[in-house]
């Protein structure tokens, strides 16, 4: 069975204290890794697709890396307002999009 | 921007009363996605829906679910004898582009069952 898992579960760092958030995968043919970022009581805010080991997309203070087991969300230099958890999901042939638990990020002034 | 907007967002409800609850998508955007999260638990996938049919349905999606488009802009999921179990927050979501492309998640309906 597809599993999708995150570590660490959380995680709280100092404005500015860089950091990588990890999302590990076992899947039979990928199909796409998504990272999403979620505020509480809100639906999730889409951030990236990775479709293939070795790409990177980038979006202000985030970086997303892709291997073909698992995925890196870097921070750089994060803000209070970086503070949400971060979820990874993975669609692959015949298995729909299947959600990681999440890490939930503090990020403190 | 344009974003995807859910109604009601709060929705409480006796156990075996059936619920109807309603997306309303992002203009012109093809594929449609219902999820589902428990309090505290991961998202998890119900049902995909592109060109007025189902695409994919995970297991949760069984014979008690239905999804519907009646119009060009509405996309419901309808629980037709809710259950205890049944309670939790139901989001909706979009994508353009492509069925494993951006997805644009709403804001959510909390369903509560008594």
């Known amino acids: 069975e597809d599993q999708v898992t995150q570590s660490p579960e959380a995680l709280r760092l100092q404005e500015g204290e860089s950091s990588s958030l990890n999302c590990s995968y076992t899947v039979s043919g990928l199909r796409g890794l998504f990272w999403y970022r979620q505020d509480p009581g809100k639906g999730p805010e889409f951030l990236f697709t990775?479709?293939?080991a070795g790409e990177e997309k980038e979006k202000e203070r985030l970086k997303a890396t892709l291997t073909k087991k698992e995925s890196f969300l870097h921070i750089t230099a994060p803000k209070p307002e970086d503070s949400a958890t971060y979820l990874c999901a993975v669609a692959s042939y015949g298995q729909n999009f299947v959600f990681g638990p999440g890490t939930r990020l503090s990020v403190l002034p | 921007e344009p974003e995807v907007t859910q109604t009601p967002s709060h929705q409480v409800t006796q156990m075996g009363q059936e619920v109807i609850l309603r997306c309303v998508p992002i203009s012109n955007h093809l594929y449609f996605y219902w999820y589902r999260q428990i309090l505290g638990q991961k998202v998890e996938f119900l049902v995909s829906f592109y060109n007025n049919e189902i695409s994919e349905k995970s297991e949760i999606f069984d014979d008690q679910f239905s999804v519907e488009r009646p119009d060009g802009s509405n996309f419901t999921l309808k629980i037709r004898s809710t259950k205890l179990e049944d309670s939790a927050m139901y989001f909706c979501?979009?994508?353009?582009?492509?069925?494993?492309?951006?997805?644009?998640f709403g804001p959510g309906t909390r369903l509560t069952v008594l």
């Open positions: 990775l479709y293939s």
């Open positions: 979501a979009s994508s353009g582009t492509g069925y494993y492309n951006e997805q644009f």
